[in-house]
Antibody, heavy 116, light 107 residues
Framework: EVQLQQSGAELGKPGTSVKLSCKVS????????MHWVNQRPGKGLEWIGR????????IYAEKFKSKATLTADTSSNTAYMQLSQLKSDDTAIYFC?????????WGQGTLVTVSS | ETVMTQSPTSMSTSIGERVTLNCKAS??????VDWYQQTPGQSPKLLIY???NRHTGVPDRFTGSGFGRDFTLTISNMEAEDLAVYYCLQYGSIPYTFGAGTKLELK
């Protein structure tokens, strides 16, 4: 059974960074892409970007190019996303999702709250 | 970027009703559209991929169709467990983009 287990909720101060993790079990992440999607409170879904864990290649939505950094560790089958220079409007649930085109598997989400 | 416009924004439905949700792309995306279902407090779930392919385990009352710019998700016989927000996603061009969602509510 494929499972994506995300790290716990984060409380970050404005201007700081947080690093979220997404550990995959039941499938080798070298054979797929790992995507990150956010959902601001009461809002819809927004694609942040994806990483090809086999070679580290990344693609980001324009608005997240200076906000998010995606990495992956194939030895631990884990994907990571670092969010930098946190602002209040970065407060959201962040999901990891797995798949080349469609996202058949999703993590449970990590709530990031930005507050001083 | 490709803008995905979903309609309606919300819909009041009845159990047993046939429901049609729409998604229109600002440019052609071929068949590169998925549909996801999200219930409160849960992660989205894949229903349809490649415009018309039902994901494993998805009931056959869910049907996707469309090509190019216009896409439809049909629920043939609404059940209570289908009350949710539905999102379309295009992956025909980078960045991938979601529609704003359609919320299904009970009348």
């Amino acid at each position: 059974e494929v499972q994506l287990q995300q790290s716990g909720a984060e409380l970050g101060k404005p201007g700081t960074s947080v690093k979220l993790s997404c550990k995959v079990s039941g499938y080798n992440i070298r054979n797929t892409y790992m995507h990150w999607v956010n959902q601001r409170p009461g809002k819809g879904l927004e694609w942040i970007g994806r990483i090809d864990p086999a070679n580290g290649n990344t693609i980001y939505a324009e608005k997240f190019k200076s906000k998010a950094t995606l990495t992956a560790d194939t030895s631990s089958n884990t994907a990571y996303m670092q969010l930098s220079q946190l602002k209040s409007d970065d407060t959201a649930i962040y999901f990891c999702a797995m798949g080349v085109n469609w996202f058949a598997y999703w993590g449970q989400g990590t709530l990031v709250t930005v507050s001083s | 970027e490709t803008v995905m416009t979903q309609s309606p924004t919300s819909m009041s439905t009845s159990i047993g009703e046939r429901v049609t949700l729409n998604c229109k792309a600002s440019q052609s995306v071929g068949i590169n559209v998925d549909w996801y279902q999200q219930t409160p407090g849960q992660s989205p779930k894949l229903l349809i991929y490649g415009a018309s392919n039902r994901h494993t385990g998805v009931p056959d009352r869910f049907t996707g169709s469309g090509f190019g710019r216009d896409f439809t998700l049909t629920i043939s016989n609404m059940e209570a467990e289908d009350l949710a927000v539905y999102y379309c996603l295009q992956y025909g061009s980078i960045p991938y983009t979601f529609g704003a969602g359609t919320k299904l509510e009970l009348k």
